[in-house]
């Protein structure tokens, strides 16, 4: 075993295994989200796993990643029961909040999923985040929108090594990319719902 420390407890008070499923369209940038979690997590010392999954039909099928940050090695990748949901949109939305563990948190792109959670045992937030995308130009990163709301909500991750961590994320032919991400993830970050 290792050194007899005791853990220390997260910001949110969520516990040492965060599982998060992050669901949308293909091409809302669900994986990206995902891996980008799984990566911040590394960096931050987390055992991390990262799993996608992709409906039958990859263009406007359903994607879906489950991610996995925990304190511990991880047994399995799949997440069946997520602490944290992000739904990109409303078939994800309907198909996933009832399998949200009692006390998890979702986060809801408001601008596609017009309902609100019908579980009061979960901690909800909607974040027009396609909406916020779009006039600030970067209607590709409605995703990272909710990244930030729900590091912000959970201290799954943390801001801090934030800038370090996207340029290593970023391909490097996509250099100009870093700011913008950081940007989306700063304006969700900071979004009052």
Known sequence: GGGGHAPVGRAGGLKMTTQILIAGFGGQGVLFAGKFLAYKGLSEGREVSWLP?????????????????????????????????????????????????????????????ARKAQRTDIKAFYIPATKMAADAGTPTLANMIIVGKMMKETGAVSLEGLEATMKKFVPAKHADLVDANMNAIMAGYNYAD
């Open 53 to 113: 999954s992709y409906g039958p039909e990859m263009r406007g099928g359903t994607a879906n990643c489950s991610v996995i940050l925990s304190d511990e090695p991880v047994g399995s990748p799949i997440v069946a029961k997520p602490d944290v949901l992000m739904a990109m949109n409303l078939p994800s939305f309907d198909k996933y909040e009832s399998s949200v563990v009692p006390g998890g948190y979702v986060f809801v792109d408001s601008t596609l999923i």
